[in-house]
Structure formats: structure tokens, C-alpha cells
Nanobody
């Protein structure tokens, strides 16, 4: 099992930046892909960014050029979020999978989830 704990959420004004972190523990050596998802009030969870063990990344069109996903050798994950808009508001979740080898924004591909951290962007 892989355990994930997010941190770094908070409130920011539009145009500002936040950096989210995700600390991974457990059987991280079996992790092939990690990702960030978010869920806005009243909406479904959506994939934001993903990165494979080899470093290949993938982004949702809505965040391309503004968000950057990265990981270290210990599978700790980060999400640098710049030029935030109110539409970026939501609970952000870190996820990992031992079953999927390609960067994916599909929630069904992930086998471990953190509890989430809230990001609020005001206009």
C-alpha cells in the first residue's frame, strides 16, 4: 500500500501562486504513475496533471502553461500553480497507481489517494 498526504493548500487572490506537496510512504517503489486531481463544489473530480516514474508528464488543457507537476526520487509529488483563477478553486487530491504505466488523468487508473487539500482562489 502507498500512503499519500497532501499539504500546501490555502487561499489566494486571482493571479497568485500556490505550491502543493504530497508526501508518499509505504510501497512507493511499486508506483508507476502519480497525479493531481481536483474537485470543485458540485462538480466531478477531474484530472489536473500526471507524471510517470520516468518523468513523462501530462496536463489538463485548462492548466497547461500555468501548472507544473514534479516529483523527487522518493516519489514525493509537487504541483506548482501559477496565474490562478477562481475556476481553479477546489479540493486537490494526490494520487498514485501501481497498475498504470502511462501518464493519465483518469481517476479510475489510480489505486491510492490522499485526503485532499483545499485551494480557494478569490477574484
Amino acid at each position: 500500500q502507498v500512503q499519500l498526504v497532501e499539504s500546501g493548500g490555502g487561499s489566494v487572490q486571482a493571479g497568485g501562486s500556490l505550491r502543493l506537496s504530497c508526501a508518499a510512504s509505504g510501497y512507493t517503489y511499486r508506483t508507476y504513475c502519480m497525479g493531481w486531481f481536483r474537485q470543485a463544489p458540485g462538480k466531478e473530480r477531474e484530472g489536473v496533471a500526471s507524471i510517470t516514474r520516468a518523468g513523462t508528464d501530462k496536463y489538463a488543457d485548462s492548466v497547461k502553461g500555468r501548472f507544473t507537476i514534479s516529483k523527487d526520487n522518493n516519489y514525493n509529488l509537487s504541483l506548482q500553480m501559477d496565474d490562478l483563477t477562481p475556476e481553479d478553486t477546489g479540493v486537490y487530491y494526490c494520487a498514485a497507481t501501481t497498475n498504470w504505466y502511462i501518464a493519465s488523468l483518469g481517476a479510475s487508473h489510480y489505486t491510492a489517494w490522499g485526503r485532499g487539500t483545499l485551494v480557494t482562489v478569490s477574484s
